[in-house]
């Protein structure tokens, strides 16, 4: 039985969503990514990813709409 993360890598999520290290680190700081701090490790939750990515298509569109 395979268990569904609930939280990713930074590596994981760079690979999951195509936004670069960088960029993902900037979103993290800006609070527009949520991210939880296990140790001395950084994951970001799927849910906040997924969110995130949410918002951003609907920003978009609205954008396309007006």
């Known amino acids: 039985m395979r268990v569904q993360k609930l939280n990713l890598s930074v590596a994981e ?32 939750p799927v849910s906040a990813l997924r969110d995130y990515l949410d918002r951003l298509r609907q920003e978009q569109n609205e954008g396309v709409a007006a």
């Open 13 to 44: 999520a760079v690979e999951a969503s195509g936004i670069g290290r960088t960029t993902l680190f900037a979103l993290i700081k800006a609070g527009e990514l949520q991210s939880v701090k296990i140790g001395h490790r950084r994951y970001v």
